[in-house]
């Protein structure tokens, strides 16, 4: 079986819409793959409604945490997405989403960049806007060749001189709602230090105490050596080992699949889901 478990679709910072993402999967031989926009699941049911036959869907989002003034992301899986508490704090984060980015956009202009609320807004689409939407707009400026390169202290990564602040929730916090919908935890990408200040170990051993169930270690932001270190420390604190692709569509160089989970932690993800359950694709329209 080959697992993916960490995509983004246009319901987001994605490039594809939530049934090019599925299609695309399908196509690049995939068996599962987990839809985990940012803070939300409006993309799911446009994936479900033409799931392919063989590929199966895992409902789940990536939401926006901060612990200690550093920005982390904890990927959550089959949690119940009515859950009223968890409903409400992804809602709370994504409200804050366009006032941050319009911030973002007054600095861009105070440097001299002329990006606009109406470009920005334009590349989002649908989706909840987010930095990446905001750096695209400098890619189509000319300003950066890519959009990694607009995730620097000299544009937009955290500390970097148009970076703005948005509410993010703490962890813990993040944790406990997850688990009271149903869900399963999974600290995403925790050691990409290029994209700004990384937690410290000492921090996931704390969370795992409170009940993280994994982290992601085989990333496209994580070297060899990182990888090794991250396995150790999992192994270490009895956290399950999942890999990914972060697919964004043309918005990053990453391919599906290009970094997949063993069955045997998908299946133990699946075992400690109580809110939601994997969906097999019955060959969609």
Known sequence: ??????THSTASDGTDTPAELVRKASAAGLDVIALTDHDTTRGHAEAL??????????????????????????????FDPEEPALLAERELVRDDRVPRAQGMIAKLNALGVPVTWEQVARIAGDGSVGRPHVASALVELGVVPTVGDAFT???????????????????????????????????????????????P????????????????VDHMDHDRETRARLRGLAKELGLLVTGSSDYHGSRKTCVLGEFTTDPEVYGEITRRATGAFPVPGAGGA
Do not use: Q
């Open 1 to 6: 079986m080959r697992i993916d478990l960490h």
């Open 49 to 78: 409604s033409v799931l392919p036959a063989g590929l199966t869907l895992v409902p789940g989002a990536e939401l926006s945490c901060r612990l200690d003034g550093i920005s982390m992301h904890m990927l959550a899986y089959l």
């Open 153 to 199: 202290r000299d544009w937009l990564a955290d500390g970097g001189r148009a970076h703005m602040e948005k509410h993010e929730t703490d962890p813990f916090e993040a944790l406990r709602l997850v688990r009271n919908a149903g869900g399963v935890t999974v600290f995403a990408h925790p050691a990409a230090d290029k994209r700004g200040r990384t937690v």
């Open 201 to 216: 170990e000492s921090a996931i051993a704390e969370l795992a105490e409170a009940g993280l169930d994994g982290i992601e």
